[in-house]
């Protein structure tokens, strides 16, 4: 059980390459975006992100019983369900008005920087949310820096198609 948890929580390893594993760890969302996009739309995206949670939990549990530190550098799931709810918007975007991913690439850009810099910074709420102990604290950060930045592409999006009508 043990080395499945550290496989689900280390994201099959990426949460050991360095430097900077959560950065490593958001860049690991984009393969699993793309795939999840094609294969199913948004909402299998939303589905996935909610397994993504519970898996979270229960591996960050499981390692911190097993002796690991409380969010541990090399624990990335947080960070690719964060960057996953970030990226939510744009899946919806995309299949909403039948373009590519891609197509909308600035959103994908902004929503990564976004999503790092709140991760990193941890203002307000996040950090509230960081400093608790368990699972939850180690999910909870990431998944509200993930809904600030999508509330953050969103608002950018709507200034670049709906202000400037780009």
């Known amino acids: 059980m043990s080395n499945l948890a550290t496989m689900v ?3 099959c390893g990426v949460g050991r390459l360095r430097p900077a594993p ?3 760890g958001s860049l690991a969302a984009f393969p699993i975006l793309f795939l999840v996009h094609w294969i199913g739309g948004p909402l299998l995206l939303v ?3 909610c397994v993504l949670i519970g898996a979270g939990l229960w591996a960050a549990d499981r390692m911190h019983r097993d002796g690991w530190q409380h969010d541990a550098p090399d624990i990335v799931i947080d960070e690719v369900a964060g960057q996953l709810v970030t990226l939510l918007p744009i899946s919806f975007g995309a299949a909403g008005n039948d373009v590519s991913l891609l197509a909308l690439w600035p959103g994908l850009v902004s929503g990564f920087i976004l999503f790092r810099l709140l991760d990193i910074w941890k203002p307000g709420p996040i950090g509230w949310a960081d400093r608790k102990d368990g699972a939850i604290g180690v999910m ?6 993930g ?5 953050g592409v969103i608002i950018m999006a709507g ?3 709906g202000v400037m009508r780009l």
């Open 9 to 11: 929580g280390t994201v």
């Open 22 to 24: 959560g950065t490593w």
């Open 47 to 49: 589905a996935l992100i």
């Open 140 to 145: 909870s950060d990431d998944l509200i820096a």
């Open 147 to 151: 809904v600030l930045a999508a509330l």
């Open 159 to 161: 200034i670049a198609h």
